[in-house]
């Protein structure tokens, strides 16, 4: 493992900084629907729901091509965002985060919603009653007990989001140091001649990162657990 | 103290119960499928009426007719499910503290003191509540209810789920409670024993209507 390039460095690096802030920015959005979905009726609700989860199951390079034409510089999200905000997402590793945060965000939402679900109504009803206002239950009962779930699903999105690849190409392309990550550098590797040995470097380190990610999702779940029943 | 005329459908069961009480201990009884919890849980606000109004010591908390309906963490009052409900996430200490925190209240060690004494639940502080009795955990949601100083105390059953040992283990604190911690209750129960030893007013409680109202004698 001594061996890795510099070029590869840079791949391996650049996917983690996606990842982490493709993770940290989808979360509170992914806590915020979470509760919708568990605790509101609302018109569109199974809408909404199929909308959340429509990147699970369309074809990756759809997402991305999607993602295109909204945040492109010519889209009509990517266009006002340039424009007012100088926020760019084309071509840039803020796209790739962008794209990895959309693909992830389906395995990020559903631990977090099933486990606001798994939450004793009645418990917030006794905050209430003890003089918390709404808010207040949210920070103080509802997300303290439902955190196993959030933990869950940020190590799942962060899994996700690392290993993202159709999405992402089809998006912001493959540019090294800005777009290039450990997936899409593998992608080049393969298809140059002696590339494979780069290649199975990069094989092994997301491997190991996809491994790792699991294992912490599940130390956090189960030491959360243990957190909220009992000592 | 507390004055109550409300009209509320639930499913098939309507219930209408209207009474007005300066007791300082008002017995709810009445079988189960009666009503109280339902009424219990419109005086702490948890339920809307469908109309007529609610008044906690001279503050009107409903009043349908005026679209009056304070909600249930402002009407600064204590509430014990027959379940206990303390937070699983935090230990006794901060399960006591939680009423005084969400009310802004300044710390009174003086009366944390004399409740812990009261309730006799200073050796609990540290412990989670998955690590309590049946009987301790209610002990420490009394003391709970009472240190976010309510200005009415519900009790709804606080004995319902304990077997009959513990049930006399925790009727004593009941008793001080009323004599001792100096906030009106509405205690509900089934059972008229209970209420015998514990309420200085009965409101009488059969399919949704009061049906006698008065001293504890209306229980024979």
Redesign the interface.
């Known amino acids: 493992m001594s061996d890795i390039s510099p070029a590869e460095w840079t791949a391996i690096l650049l996917s983690l900084r996606v990842a982490i802030i493709a993770t940290l920015v989808a979360t509170p959005f992914g806590i915020a629907l979470a509760w919708l979905l568990a605790r509101r009726d609302f018109w569109g609700k199974s809408l909404l729901d199929a909308v959340v989860h429509l990147p699970l199951v369309l074809p990756p390079v759809v997402t991305g091509y999607l993602l295109l034409l909204t945040f492109g510089r010519r889209g009509l999200v990517g266009g006002f965002l340039a424009d007012h905000l100088g926020i760019v997402f084309s071509f840039r590793w803020t796209g790739a985060a962008l794209a990895c945060g959309v693909m992830a965000f389906p395995l990020l939402v559903r631990p977090m919603r099933l486990s606001i679900e798994a939450i004793?109504r009645?418990?917030e009803?006794?905050?209430?009653?003890?003089?918390?206002?709404?808010w207040?239950?949210f920070f103080?009962?509802t997300l303290?007990?439902a955190l196993p779930g959030v933990l869950a699903g940020m190590v799942l999105g962060f899994a996700k989001a690392i290993g993202e690849f159709g999405a992402t190409i089809t998006f912001v392309s493959n540019i090294p140091g800005e777009t290039q990550t450990i997936s899409s550098a593998i992608y080049s590797l393969i298809q140059t001649p002696d590339g494979d040995a780069a290649a199975g470097r990069l094989v092994i380190v997301s491997i190991v990162l996809a491994l790792g990610a699991l294992i912490a999702a599940e130390w956090f779940a189960r030491r959360a657990t243990a957190?909220?029943?009992?000592? | 103290m507390l004055r109550v005329d409300i009209e509320k459908q639930l499913g098939e069961f309507s219930l209408h119960a209207s009474f007005a009480s300066e007791g300082r201990a008002i017995g709810l009884f009445g079988a189960s499928g009666a009503g109280k919890t339902s009424l219990v849980n419109m005086i702490a606000g948890l339920l809307r009426p469908d109309r007529g109004t609610i008044v906690i010591d001279g503050e009107t908390v409903d009043d349908t007719a005026a679209g009056i309906h304070v909600p249930a963490w402002r009407r600064r009052i204590g509430y014990v499910f027959q379940d206990a409900r303390l937070f699983p996430h935090l230990n006794v200490a901060q399960n006591l503290d939680y009423g005084r925190r969400m009310n802004r209240l300044p710390p009174d060690a003086s009366q944390h003191k004399r409740i812990v004494h009261l309730l006799d639940i200073g050796a609990l502080l540290d412990r989670r509540p998955g690590k309590l009795s049946g009987g301790e955990r209610q002990r420490v949601a009394l003391g709970r209810a009472l240190l976010s100083k309510p200005r009415l105390l519900l009790l709804d059953e606080p004995l319902g789920a304990l077997d009959e040992g513990r049930k006399l283990e925790i009727l004593p604190y009941l008793v001080r409670l009323r004599d001792e911690a100096n906030v009106p209750m509405v205690y509900v129960s089934h059972d008229a024993a209970e209420l015998r030893q514990l309420a200085t007013q009965i409101v009488m409680l059969k399919q949704g209507r009061v049906t006698s109202f008065g001293g504890v004698k209306v229980l024979t």
């Open positions: 004793d009645r418990l009803q006794a905050a209430e009653t003890l003089g918390a206002a709404p207040k239950v103080t009962v303290p007990l957190r909220l029943h009992g000592n």
